[in-house]
Each structure stands twice: as C-alpha cells, then as structure tokens.
C-alpha cells in the first residue's frame, strides 16, 4: 500500500473543519481480503449501523464530533470491496435480490478502526521495565539497568529479520482482534540505517504478504529520530546527521515509508533539531507527524503546526497557542491516553479545549513494549472519557473518521459511505457506547473486509 499526498493537496486539507474540501488521495495495491464473490454482497441483519456519513470524508471537529449518524436495522450493498451504498435493510434486501448475503447476526457494526499511532515492530516486551517501576526505580535507574528504549534497539539490532516479522505479526493480530483494520506503524528501534531499514521492510513484508488475509493494514512511518542511539552518545550533532544524510534518503528512495516522525522532547531531540530533520523529510516528498509536548511543553505541537504535519502526537503539555495553530493548520492531535495512564503522567492533554476550538482529536493507542502495552482502542476510549472528559461518541469518531484523517486516508476509511473500503468491526453490543463502557472487556467480535 502506498499513499501519496502532494504538497498541494495536504495545503488543501488545512482547515479541514472549516468545510473545504476534503482530501482524496490514491490507495495502491489494497486488495480486498476475503471478498467471496465478484458480484455484489448484502451485508444484513445488522441491528445498527454506525456510518460516521454526513456526507463527505472531512473530519468531524467541535460539537459535531458526538454525531455518529447511525441507522437501525440496517443493512449495506458491496461490489468489488466498495460500499455500493447502505439504508434500512428492508428496502436494500429488496433492491438486491439475489445478491450473495453476509449475516451480521443483529450485530452492532461500526466502520473498521483506526489507530494511527503504533510502534509494533519490536523484538521482546519490557516486563521487566514494568517490575522495576513497581518497586520505585526511577527512568534513569531503569535505564542503568539495561532498561528503557534502548534495550528495545539492543533487541531489535539482534533480532533476525524472522524473529521481527514473527512478532510484528503477534503484535498486529492482537490490534487486529480489538476491531483494527488500519494501524499507522512506525520504525524508531533500530537508529542505525541497515535496522531502520529493517524494520520497514517488515512492515512493507506484512503488507505485501499478510495484511490481506489478516485484514489489518500499515501506513509506514519512519521513526529513525526516535532517540540517540548508544553509539552516538556525545555526537547528537552526528546522528541528526545520519538521520538528514543517509537514513531519510535511504528510506525514501527505496519507498519504505510514507511519513517521518520525530520525537521531539527535552534530552532528545530539540526544536532546532526536530526542524531540521523534518524539513529534510518534506523536501524528500514525506507527511510528517510529531511527538509533541509529551513531557514538557517544548513547542513540537508549534512545530508540526507549521510545517502542516498530518499530526502532532500526545500533547499532554499544548498550551492556548500551540491549540489554536493546530486548529489553523488542519494538522490533526492524536491524543494517547493509554500512555498518559500507564506512566502515571499527572497531566492529561487538554482534549476539551482542543475540540472547543475545532482541533481535529483523534485517538490511538500508541502500542509500544515500553510506555503503553495496549492493543485495545476500546480501553483507550475508557481511558479517553475518564480522564480527557471525551464522550464515549466522540471516542468513536476519534478512532475512526478523525483517525483516518491523522493518517490522511480519510477517502478510503473511517466511515460507511458510499465509494469507501467495504471494511466493517462487529460489536456485541447495542449501543456504541458500551465499548468505551465495558472496561477490560473485548465486545468485538471481528473485523470483515467484505
Ligand atoms: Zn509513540
């Protein structure tokens, strides 16, 4: 899968919930996995339909983000992996009469999710980082210890090419279980050129090889300015180098990845440096995403904003400005909750005040061995209402419509609506907000790419 958003049409998506026009842009090679029939599919018996359809792909910001548009006894028409179109199952099961018919048994469906922030290619979990927090060692204690994001380099850095598909595999069918369809992936444990590479050709194996069967998809994100490696201790200078020189020329010409995300925070890489590395990115023809303003308020939110980034990613710490640029540029907050809770962070993005003033919010899991072990979007939506005071509604949008926005694939996911990918999550459940309510509980019942 390959995406390609030209400088001109991410400048059209500025101010995407001020009613311009959307952006489309072309999918390559997605092929529809378990299609079963070259004609058209009933989808049907399903108690109620969520669309997120009102009538375009723009995301939804402010007030309007709580509306799902949803259809009760519905059901939906499919040709060739496209939405023909969908209504009351009454008048559709007359329309297409003979049409090959799948039963969604008076299941709650939504469009597939979206997660677009993860880091699923890693090569052994960090378990041990998690005991030692519990018994009150600090970051840098941890770190001491072997600990930390650089035991995940060290591991990946040994991991065979195998090893690492075989667990990004593990990895992605557990996303895939929780209702994913579409997950942003990123790079960022290798920090040399030969295992960034590495770790994006294991995302574009998956793609080539598995995602059809599995019914989960990557958009490849390089994170090769993910931290310092060890190597490079003292020569931060040298490795943003190797970042602008070798690694982000090396990746684009060998079409790897789609975007370039860099981590912008204090004692890692600066706002000077976050700039440098990530116009270097664009000038290569690469979208870019930040993290931003995670532990302190540095001004990568600021930064992404300026540079029309898709996202910038955490914001914890985005003050009154950095809110207000992010709403002027279009550029999409892509809140992680999970992370947020699992390092015990007292401060929560100011999620309210990023949709009160049109932000467009989207939601992700940041699934990563270290600072969020969570392939559930639903725990995230828990997470999301309890502590960022979201509605359980406007968790959906924000893992669906706004999501598909933050990754710039709006025109082919995130909503049921005529022309999009035919690709639907199940849910047990009668309402949408039971997901966000059945906390530790998993309600999907699977993701159909019918
Ligand atoms: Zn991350």
């Known amino acids: ?4 958003v030209s400088r001109a049409e991410s400048a059209r998506s500025r101010g995407a919930c001020e009613g311009r ?8 090679r997605m092929r529809n996995g378990s299609r079963r029939s070259d004609g058209t599919v009933l989808l049907r018996n399903i ?12 995301p939804r910001c402010g007030s309007a983000m709580g509306d799902l548009a949803v259809v009760d006894r519905a059901a939906v028409a499919v040709r060739a992996g496209r939405i023909l179109e969908y209504g009351p199952e009454r008048a559709l099961v007359r329309r297409y009469r003979g049409a090959a018919v799948r039963d969604a048994e008076q299941a709650l469906v939504l469009p597939g999710l979206v997660d677009p922030h993860t880091h699923p290619v890693f090569a052994a979990n960090r378990v041990g980082d998690f005991k030692r927090r519990l018994a009150g060692a600090t970051y840098q ?6 600990g930390g994001i650089l035991s995940s380099v060290r591991a990946v850095r040994e991991a065979s090419d195998a090893r690492l598909r075989r667990t990004l595999e593990a990895h992605l069918l557990r996303l895939g279980r929780h209702g994913v369809a579409l997950a942003e992936a990123k790079s960022g444990y290798g920090l040399s050129l030969r295992d960034e590479v590495r770790m994006l050709e294991a995302i574009g194996w998956w793609n080539r090889r598995r995602a059809d069967a599995a019914g989960i998809w990557l958009v490849p994100t390089c994170l090769a300015a993910h931290s310092v490696p060890p190597e490079y201790r003292g020569r931060r200078a040298d490795y943003v180098e190797l970042v602008i ?16 995300d860099v981590f912008c925070e204090e004692g890692v890489f600066s706002v000077a440096e976050s700039r440098r590395i990530l116009t270097a990115a664009r000038d290569l023809g690469l ?36 809110i207000a640029a992010l709403a002027r540029a279009g550029t999409a907050a892509v809140l992680l909750p999970g992370s947020t809770f699992f390092l015990q962070m007292k401060r929560w993005a100011p999620a309210r005040k990023m949709i009160d003033s049109g932000v467009v919010v989207a939601l992700a899991t940041d699934f990563n061995p270290g600072s969020s072990p969570v392939a559930s979007p639903a725990a995230c939506m828990t ?5 960022l005071k979201m509605t359980p509604e406007e968790c959906v ?32 459940a009668e309402e949408p907000a039971e997901i966000a309510y059945a906390f530790g509980d998993n309600l999907c019942e699977g993701v159909w790419w019918v």
């Open 141 to 146: 204690e941890i770190a001491a210890a072997g």
């Open 21 to 28: 026009a959307p952006v489309r842009e072309g999918v390559r």
């Open 47 to 58: 108690a109620r339909l969520v669309t997120l359809d009102h009538g375009d792909d723009a």
């Open 397 to 428: 949008t924000a893992f669906t419509l706004n999501a598909a926005y933050a990754l710039r694939m709006q025109a082919e996911f995130g909503s049921i609506r005529p022309g999009k990918r035919a690709v639907f999550s199940l849910w047990r």
């Open 287 to 322: 979208r870019l995403t930040v993290h931003a303003d995670q532990l302190s308020a540095l001004g990568g939110g600021a930064l992404a904003a300026e540079l029309g980034a898709d996202s910038a990613d955490h914001l914890e710490y985005a003050d009154r400005r950095t």
């Open 245 to 260: 020189g070798s690694i982000l020329p090396a990746v684009r010409r060998r079409h790897l990845a789609e975007r370039a």
């Open 383 to 387: 997470l999301a209402c309890l502590h």
């Open 1 to 4: 899968m390959r995406v390609r």
